[in-house]
């Protein structure tokens, strides 16, 4: 099942995708959500972003974007985070 929680393609993954870390998601349950910001040689700039507020928040984070540590969000993650999806 871990296999089906990686993006189909992580060279697809763009500036703007919503996306979350595997390991804080599956195994500590915390529903973070992050935006790409920018993309420069492969690692991907994550902005941790608000379920109640606009905007960035907290301290970003970087991701490589073959990392299978970065994976797409999850449904129900971008569902909570609606403000920032519409």
Same mark, same amino acid.
């Given at each position: 099942m871990?296999a089906? =929680?990686?993006h189909?393609n !992580?060279?697809? +993954? *763009?500036?703007?995708?919503?996306?979350?870390?595997?390991?804080e998601? =599956?195994?500590?349950?915390? !529903?973070s959500? +992050? *935006?790409i910001?920018?993309?420069?040689?492969g690692?991907?700039?994550l902005?941790?972003l608000s379920?109640?507020?606009?905007?960035f928040v907290?301290?970003g984070?970087?991701a490589?974007l073959d990392d299978p540590e970065l994976?797409?969000a999850?449904?129900e993650?971008?569902?909570r985070?609606?403000?920032?999806?519409?």
């Open positions: 871990v089906e =929680l990686t189909p !992580p060279q697809r +993954f *763009q500036v703007g995708d919503f996306v979350q870390l595997k390991s998601y =599956l195994a500590h349950g915390n !529903p959500l +992050f *935006q910001v920018e993309i420069n040689d690692e991907a700039l902005g941790q379920s109640t507020e606009d905007g907290g301290a984070a970087s490589a994976i797409a999850f449904p993650i971008l569902q985070y609606a403000r920032h999806t519409r």
